[in-house]
């Protein structure tokens, strides 16, 4: 059974950083294309980053461009997500996601989800 884990997530001030992974498992298929998406309370999923199966073309929207960047490494099965220069409304629930058949920061072209890492950013 295909499974998605995150870790990594925690709480940092303002200014600081954090790497976040995705350990894939049980998926029978080759490299589909992943995503990680993030969630606040009473907020929609909001994609923040996508990466195709080699790993070598990546989108991050404008507003986390710079900062944030993401990566995947097929040996290990394991998707990152590195964030700089964190602020208080990166605060969420982070999530990674797999299955995608395209480059897209729309959650339901994804079919397989974890369960969420926590990130808390304070001012």
């Known amino acids: 059974q295909a499974q998605l884990v995150e870790s990594g997530g925690g709480s940092v001030q303002a200014g600081g950083s954090l790497r976040l992974s995705c350990d894939a498992s049980?998926?029978?298929?080759?490299?589909?294309?992943m995503g990680w998406f993030r969630q606040s309370p009473g907020k929609e999923r909001e994609g923040v980053a996508t990466?195709?199966?080699?790993?070598?073309?990546?989108f991050v929207p404008g507003r986390m461009r710079g900062r944030f960047t993401i990566a995947r490494d097929n040996v290990k099965n394991t998707m990152y997500l590195q964030m700089n220069s964190l602020k208080p409304e990166d605060t969420a629930m982070y999530y990674c996601?797999?299955?995608?058949?395209?480059?897209?920061?729309?959650?339901?072209?994804?079919?397989?989800w974890g369960q969420g890492t926590q990130v808390t950013v304070s001012s």
């Open positions: 996601a797999a299955g995608g058949s395209s480059l897209s920061l729309e959650p339901s072209t994804y079919s397989t």
């Open positions: 049980g998926f029978s298929h080759t490299p589909t294309y």
């Open positions: 990466i195709n199966p080699p790993g070598d073309v990546r």
